[in-house]
């Protein structure tokens, strides 16, 4: 089996995207092998990540430990980017 795609998604609380990014990487995961943490932009560890990622507002991703969106995550981008990783 592959090693799992390491995605990243930071959110916060209150976050109508966020929900909804989270339930794109839910049905992602079914697809692909995929490894999600879920992050707070409240946290230490979030405030760095955004800070590196340029993340203006969340949600915010990142695969494989680079800045891939933030705001609404098209599910269609993603998963070309998903498809590529696991070939």
């Known amino acids: 089996?592959?090693?799992?795609?390491?995605?990243?998604?930071?959110?916060?609380?209150m976050c109508k995207l966020?929900?909804?990014?989270?339930a794109v990487l839910d049905r992602l995961g079914g697809e692909f092998p995929v490894g999600v943490t879920t992050v707070s932009l409240g946290s230490?560890?979030?405030?760095q990540l955004a800070l590196a990622g340029g993340v203006m507002f969340p949600p915010a991703v990142f695969v494989e430990g680079e800045p891939f969106s933030y705001g609404r995550l098209?599910?269609?981008k993603l998963r070309k980017a998903l498809s590529r990783l696991a070939a």
């Open 1 to 13: 089996m592959p090693d799992p795609i390491e995605v990243t998604l930071l959110t916060q609380d």
């Open 44 to 47: 230490e560890r979030g405030k």
């Open 74 to 76: 098209s599910e269609r």
């Open 18 to 22: 966020c929900d909804e990014a989270k």
